[in-house]
Nanobody
């Protein structure tokens, strides 16, 4: 079993910054993708940013230039630095990882429990 634990959410004023962190633990053989999604009330969950080992990160258009995703493969962690936050960034942010366990080549999708980010105007 694999567990993803997020931290770093909170309340911030518009224009402020937050840094989200996520640590993966458990039976981890290999992690392909790590990323962040968000879900605002009444809306579908959407990709914010994703990073794959050795590849260029991808970002939602709505956060390009304001967010930076980084990953530490040795620690199985992924961070999301969010700057110039806007009220429309308010959502629950979920960590996501595609993980193979037990020496298998089969990757499974895992989610964290989510961390609330609230941006006040």
């Amino acid at each position: 079993q694999v567990r993803l634990v997020e931290s770093g959410g909170g309340l911030v004023q518009a224009g402020g910054s937050l840094r989200l962190s996520c640590a993966a633990s458990g039976d981890i053989f290999s992690i392909k993708n790590m990323g962040w999604y968000r879900q605002a009330p009444g809306k579908q969950r959407e990709l914010v940013a994703q990073i794959r080992s050795g590849a260029t990160p991808t970002y939602a258009d709505s956060v390009k230039g304001r967010c930076t995703i980084s990953r530490d493969n040795a620690k199985n962690t992924v961070n999301l630095q969010m700057n110039s936050l806007k009220p429309e960034d308010t959502a629950v942010y979920f960590c996501n990882a595609l993980v193979a366990s037990g020496g298998s080549s089969v990757y499974r999708n895992y989610w964290g429990q989510g961390t609330q980010v609230t941006v006040s105007s």
